[in-house]
């Protein structure tokens, strides 16, 4: 069963930047094609980045230009990189694949926070 972890969140001020990573020892995630969606509260879980297998990226244009996903196959991890980053985009962030290719269990998330 695979089991999706997310860490890096954190409490951060307006303009700042924090890197999200995402570790699943059980799927190698360069054959995949994964996402990374966040929950603000009271809002619908939304799909903000993805990755293809190929490697192309797509973003929410909420996040377009300020976000950057990707896979270091190295390490086997997914990371979101989030600069400039504004108060709306305070919310749960979580990683599994793009809805297209069906959903893993979902896991805890990690807690971002934008507020001065």
């Known amino acids: 069963q695979v089991q999706l972890v997310e860490s890096g969140g954190a409490l951060v001020q307006p303009g700042g930047s924090l890197r999200l990573s995402c570790a699943a020892s059980e799927i190698i995630f360069r054959f995949r094609h994964m996402a990374w969606y966040r929950q603000a509260p009271g809002k619908e879980r939304e799909l903000v980045a993805h990755i293809t297998s190929g490697g192309i990226t797509n973003y929410a244009d909420s996040v377009k230009g300020r976000f950057t996903i990707s896979v270091d196959n190295a390490k086997n991890a997914v990371y979101l990189q989030m600069n400039r980053l504004k108060p709306e985009d305070t919310a749960v962030y979580y990683c599994?694949?793009?809805?297209?290719?069906?959903?893993?269990?979902w896991g805890q998330g990690t807690q971002v926070t934008v507020s001065s």
């Open positions: 599994n694949q793009h809805p297209r290719y069906g959903f893993f269990n």
